[in-house]
């Protein structure tokens, strides 16, 4: 599989002709859409427009099957498991999901805008331990980069992958979180190409993509 980063939560995973995207930033959002490709799924964590914006990866005849809410789907031979939390967005409540899923034998959990480090056992059991975590790390209303790096490392995930952090008040939020993980040296890449061997001898360790 290929992960490349679009800025704040979007993300677009791909394993050969299928495009699954994450949290794709909306037309109505101040940070504006970077979207011009299709997919044919779309995860939503939260109804906020930085994160609902998947009416836009329409792309010639592929539409995406959106997802943007707690229960068990099962799309183009792909399980998905939607897990229903809080969160606290411009100081307002929202529901957040975080989503499970398995690509190319490659176990995924993604996040979403969480703002409270206190993690739920039933949560935590309910994901397992995953291949790659998405964590958010630095934007206003979520996790901040020291408690985003402990709530990784409750999921014992083999790659985790920081996200959310690209406002100029927080710049210095990626240098505190890899300073928590001790990965201070590590370098940013484009896209992370992934293969289950791949995760060989992997124990949380950071990989930061650029956008």
């Not at 739920?120 to 790659?132: R, Y």
């Amino acid at each position: 599989m290929i992960i490349t980063y679009l800025g704040k939560q979007f993300f677009k995973i791909q394993q050969g002709d299928l495009v699954i995207a994450f949290n794709p930033v909306s037309k109505d959002s101040k940070i504006g859409s970077k979207s011009k490709f299709g997919a044919n799924i779309a995860l939503v964590t939260t109804n906020h427009p930085d994160f609902n914006g998947a009416d836009s990866l329409s792309y010639g005849e592929t539409i995406p099957f959106i997802i943007n809410g707690a229960g068990d789907y099962e799309i183009k031979g792909i399980f998905i498991k939607g897990i229903g939390t809080e969160c606290i967005l411009d100081d307002k409540k929202y529901i957040n999901t975080i989503y499970s899923l398995v690509v190319d034998g490659i176990s995924i959990c993604f996040l979403g805008a969480i703002s409270s480090k206190n993690i739920s056992n039933e949560v935590i059991e309910a994901v397992g331990t995953p291949d790659v975590l998405f964590v958010p790390i630095g934007n206003k209303g979520v996790l901040d980069p020291m408690d985003a790096y402990k709530v990784s490392l409750n999921f014992e995930p083999k790659i985790i992958i920081p996200m959310d952090y690209g406002d100029d008040k927080q710049k210095d939020a990626l240098k505190i979180f890899l300073k928590e993980g001790g990965s201070e040296k590590i370098t940013s890449i484009d896209k992370l190409t992934l293969k289950r061997k791949d995760l060989e001898g992997k124990e949380a360790d950071i990989v930061v993509l650029d956008y």
